[in-house]
């Protein structure tokens, strides 16, 4: 394969774009790979186009290769199937909708449970047709609110994802390994360290799930890790509840100057008095959503619960007020409730929580800050109880409750050690989701004994586009972008230098030469760019090994350099495509 520069769709550019503010979003766009077309969408030019194909093609062999199949679903997808999971309303801000013209509502996926549930119920019905895997690598919409670090948190972006279907927990557990064991080989392919990070507290039971972290100082997960293999993002540490329980501290007038059923009034008023913000009052219209905390009964007992509300359900004082009636607690779906065993139904007003639990509780919950730690104390006639918290995913509002604080230094939950903290990029993530999606889509099939049973399923992603951003975050200079071999849009740059027709003349040939040897040859050819513009564009594109055709031909050496390291050597024309194969 053979890439003229004098004819390459691209313009080089010597300056950062100005919304770029990580190595690979500037180096990708100066580079003439990708063009932003608006926030968190891009453009892929030739030089792009060849480095996404080479990672899809690795990610892709790594699936087959695993027994997965590919197959491929539309991007656009109708509104009943995520209706049905109630991800419609869960997904609140965070998906693209749309209408056609009979008025009838659309999403761009962000994700496929739905569909690929739907396929397999569709076309299978027995458990002799399982287990089974397939997988697309395909384009995903997210309507993220802060789309940042150009392809590293897109609205629009690659994944590629898998779903697995087995008939009982065994095999679920055979899948979610097999899932596992091909994203090391894969992450590995490419170059890209990882560590394995739990993604669920333990505390929430059967469901397992982790995810793949590349180290990076630009990433947006923080987790922690212990010199005895323990690893887990934060999100997903439960913090140990400290000896002496902080009850003691909680003023006496809070907690028992508290209605049984608190009002909008009294809890927005309670946030202003206890939690004053800054910039402006707190209102009925902050909320806080699904948040993830421990419930620590006085007797040790501790029980996961989900507070909060799901999504984009609009908190206003009505629903405030309404939520708390046994009624409106109704309107939280089976699937909120399936999700945890002990979901505690109610709402959420700034920095304080109204909640109701499975066994009919209700709470006034009084988050505060003792020692460093997070913490919720709950209060009701029945006493007090202690929450340690866990932050729950994607939750909105300002100034409210952060993920529990675990510090550097911190012994492991399981013991094995004081905790280290590190920032990493999110560039896998698999999950064993049970019977959640079956269950809601009705996807059963006849087991041995001729009974109906709900298939188990796992999910598995690999952010595409946001691996080869990371490959280049760690893969540069302040030159430029410096390809490992495996994935670079060329294995030779080829740069011919000076007015000398012989010098174009034999470049020309070596091209011709390193292609029979199966090599892609990115070929400087300009006539009127000087060898200075040529030197510069070839250390920003990056292809791992330039030569250089010049004034050495007089003396029938060439220039060989290796891009990473900077080495260069003279080479006798007749050796060239020996030293670069
Ligand atoms: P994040 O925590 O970074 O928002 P996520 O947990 O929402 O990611 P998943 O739903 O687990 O993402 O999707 C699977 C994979 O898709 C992620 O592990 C990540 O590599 C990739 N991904 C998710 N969101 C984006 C995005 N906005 N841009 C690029 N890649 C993404
Ligand atoms: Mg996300
Ligand atoms: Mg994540
Ligand atoms: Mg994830």
Not at 212 to 230: A, K, N, Q
Not at 485 to 506: I, M, N, Q
Request: a negative charge; proline letters at 6%.
């Amino acid at each position: 394969m053979l890439l003229r520069m004098s004819t390459l769709f691209l313009r080089t550019l010597r300056e950062d774009p100005v919304d770029a503010e990580v190595a690979s979003h500037k180096l990708l766009v100066r580079a003439g790979y990708i063009r932003r077309a608006a926030p968190g969408i891009y453009t892929w030019l030739p030089l792009g186009l060849r480095v996404l194909r080479r990672v899809e093609d690795i990610v892709r062999e790594e699936m087959d290769g695993a027994g997965f199949q590919e197959v491929h679903f539309p991007a656009l997808l109708p509104r009943e199937p995520y209706e049905a999971t109630n991800r419609w309303t869960d997904y609140g801000d965070g998906i693209f909708r749309l209408k056609d013209r009979k008025g009838a509502d659309y999403l761009l996926a962000p994700t496929h449970e739905e569909m690929f549930t739907l396929l397999v119920k569709d076309l299978y019905s027995s458990y002799k047709d399982l287990p089974l895997s397939i997988y697309q690598i395909q384009t995903k919409y997210r309507d993220e609110a802060r789309p940042r670090a150009g392809l590293i948190r897109g609205r629009e972006f690659i994944m590629k994802d898998s779903y697995s279907f087995d008939v009982d927990d065994a095999g679920l557990e055979r899948s979610y390994q097999a899932h596992r064991d091909a994203y090391v080989r894969l992450f590995d392919r490419l170059g890209l360290e990882y560590v394995i990070v739990s993604a669920m507290s333990g505390a929430m039971g059967g469901s397992r799930s982790e995810e793949f972290l590349h180290p990076s100082e630009i990433g947006e997960d923080t987790f922690v890790r212990s010199p005895g293999g323990y690893a887990a993002n934060v999100e997903a540490v439960t913090t140990p509840v400290p000896d002496a329980l902080p009850f003691d501290d909680a003023p006496a007038a809070h907690v028992e100057d508290t209605p049984d059923t608190p009002t909008i009034e009294s809890l927005v008023a309670c946030a202003n008095e206890r939690f004053p913000r800054a910039d402006r009052p707190w209102t009925a219209a902050d909320t806080l959503k699904n948040v993830v905390v421990t419930l620590v009964h006085p007797d040790g007992t501790r029980e996961p619960l989900v507070i909060g509300l799901p999504g984009d359900r609009e908190v206003d004082a009505k629903r405030l007020e309404a939520a708390v009636s046994p009624a409106e607690v109704a309107a939280f779906g089976p699937e909120d409730f399936a999700k945890h065993p002990a979901l505690v139904r109610g709402y959420i007003g700034p920095q304080v929580l109204g909640a109701e639990s499975d066994s009919g509780i209700r709470y006034l919950l009084d988050p505060r800050v003792v020692d460093g730690t997070r913490w919720i104390t709950g209060a009701n006639e029945e006493g007090r109880h202690v929450f340690d918290l866990v932050k729950g995913r994607d939750f909105g509002a300002d100034g409210v409750i952060e993920a529990a604080e675990v510090r550097e230094g911190d012994a492991a939950p399981d013991g094995s050690g004081p905790l280290e903290l590190a920032r990493g990029i999110e560039i896998g993530h698999i999950f064993a989701l049970g019977r959640r999606f079956a269950q809601a889509l009705d996807l059963k099939v006849l087991d041995e004994n001729g009974k109906q049973v709900v298939v188990t399923m796992g999910s598995y992603g690999v952010g595409v586009t946001r691996a080869l951003a990371a490959v280049a975050e760690g893969n540069h200079d302040d030159k430029g972008l410096v390809w490992p071999r495996s994935l670079a849009p060329a294995d030779v740059h080829l740069v011919a230098t000076g007015k000398d027709e012989a010098v174009f003349t034999e470049a020309e040939r070596l091209a011709a030469e390193l292609g029979a040897q199966g090599l892609d040859v990115l070929y400087d050819d300009r006539r009127k760019v000087s060898p200075g513009v040529k030197f510069k564009d070839a250390e920003l594109i990056g292809v791992p090994t330039i030569v250089v055709v010049g004034k050495g031909l007089a003396e029938g050496v060439v220039e060989v350099k290796d891009r990473r390291s900077g080495d260069s050597e003279q080479v006798p024309l007749a050796d060239v495509v020996a030293s670069v194969v």
